[in-house]
C-alpha cells in the first residue's frame, strides 16, 4: 500500500495591523476591517488575518466614542506584515505617539509594507520613512503636510501614491481606493473586482483629488444639464473591444465633442482617450487571470488590437509582461 500523498505545505496568512489611536475616524478604521478582516477564504486562501494594535494606553475610543480593545499594541504592530496607520486627530498629527513613530520606523526598515489612509501619513513623515518619496493626504492638510516634511514629495491631487513598500491615500473614499488597490497587489484584478462588487463600490476610481477639492464647472449650455459621465462610462465598458472614439462617446453624452473632452478631463483627471487604455488594460489584466484564451485574443476582446500593442501598453501600466502577469496569477489562484 502506497504512502499517502504528503499534505502541501501551510501558506501563512498575511497579518494587517492597523494603528489604533485615541480619535481615529470610524470610517477610516473600519475601511481595512471591511477589507482586510472579513473571511473571504472563497476568493484567496489563504486570506488575510487583521489586527487592531493599540497605539496608546487605553482605553482607546473612535472619533465618535466607540470603545476598543485589543489583546495587540505595538510591539505586535512592527511585525505585521503591512503596517496600516488610518487617519489621527489633529493633535496627534501634531505630535505623533513617539511609540508608534518608532515602531512604523522599525517595521519599515525590516521591509514591511507601510501604508497610511489620510492623515495617517503624518506618522510615517514623522518617522522620515517618507524623506524623497511620493505620497499623498487629505487635500485640506496637504499645504501643511508639505510644510512640515519638505523633503516629501507631495502629491496634493492622487487619491493615492505608491513609492516602493509605501502608500498613501487621500481622505476617507480613497481609503476604499487604496485598500482595494492592495488586494489587486497582492491577488490580481479579479479578486479585488469581487471585493469591490461585494462592498457595493466601484473597484477603481479614475481621477484625483482635485474633483472633490473645488466645485465642478458648470455646464457649458442648459442642454447638458443633467448629463453625467456615469451611463457613457457604462456604456464605454460594454464596448470596449470596439474601435471607440471621442466623438462616438461625446454623441452617447449628448453633447458636443469639446465639451464632452473638457468636461470629462474636469471631472475625471484624464482624457477620454486616456481613460479607454486604463480601462482596456484593466479588462485585460482580467482576461489573463480567468481565461486560458491566447494574448492575441485579449488583445482582440480589450480593444487593443495586437498582442505587440496589448504588450506595449500593458507593461508601460503595470510594469510586466502580459505572460509574467498570467504566470504570477494563474498560478496563485491555483
Not at 489604533?20 to 470610517?27: E, K, S
Request: charged fraction near 20%.
Amino acid at each position: 500500500m502506497s504512502p499517502p500523498p504528503p499534505k502541501p505545505p501551510t501558506v501563512p496568512r498575511h497579518v494587517v495591523g492597523v494603528a489604533v489611536t485615541d480619535g481615529t475616524p470610524a470610517y477610516e478604521l473600519a475601511v481595512p476591517c471591511e477589507v482586510f478582516g472579513l473571511d473571504r477564504s472563497d476568493l484567496a486562501d489563504p486570506w488575510y488575518e487583521l489586527r487592531l494594535c493599540a497605539a496608546q494606553p487605553g482605553p482607546l475610543a473612535t472619533a465618535p466614542g466607540l470603545l476598543l480593545q485589543s489583546p495587540y499594541g505595538l510591539a505586535d504592530l512592527a511585525e505585521a506584515d503591512t503596517v496600516l496607520i488610518p487617519g489621527l486627530t489633529r493633535s496627534l498629527q501634531l505630535d505623533p505617539p513617539p511609540g508608534l513613530v518608532a515602531a512604523v520606523r522599525k517595521a519599515y526598515e525590516a521591509g514591511k509594507r507601510i501604508v497610511t489612509l489620510c492623515a495617517g501619513a503624518y506618522v510615517p513623515a514623522a518617522a522620515g520613512v517618507l524623506d524623497g518619496r511620493r505620497a499623498t493626504t487629505h487635500w485640506m492638510n496637504a499645504a501643511d503636510f508639505a510644510h512640515r516634511f519638505p523633503g516629501v514629495r507631495v502629491e496634493a491631487d492622487a487619491l493615492y501614491c505608491e513609492d516602493g513598500p509605501v502608500f498613501t491615500s487621500a481622505g476617507t473614499g480613497a481609503a476604499v481606493d487604496l485598500c482595494l488597490h492592495l488586494v489587486r497587489r497582492d491577488h490580481g484584478a479579479a479578486v479585488a473586482n469581487e471585493v469591490a462588487r461585494r462592498m457595493v463600490v466601484p473597484p477603481h476610481r479614475e481621477g484625483g483629488q482635485a474633483q472633490y477639492a473645488k466645485l465642478p464647472p458648470a455646464p457649458a449650455r442648459p442642454a447638458a444639464a443633467g448629463h453625467g459621465l456615469a451611463p457613457v462610462l457604462d456604456w464605454a465598458r460594454a464596448r470596449l473591444h470596439e474601435p471607440l472614439t471621442v466623438a462616438a462617446l461625446a454623441r452617447t453624452a449628448h453633447l458636443a465633442e469639446r465639451t464632452f473632452a473638457r468636461r470629462f478631463r474636469d471631472t475625471l483627471g484624464v482624457t477620454p482617450l486616456q481613460w479607454l487604455l486604463q480601462e482596456r488594460v484593466r479588462l485585460a489584466q482580467e482576461l489573463l487571470e480567468t481565461t486560458d484564451v491566447p494574448v492575441e485574443a485579449v488583445a482582440r476582446r480589450a480593444g487593443l488590437g495586437s498582442a505587440a500593442n496589448l504588450r506595449h501598453q500593458f507593461a508601460r501600466r503595470t510594469g510586466v509582461s502580459p505572460r509574467t502577469y498570467r504566470h504570477v496569477f494563474r498560478d496563485r489562484a491555483r
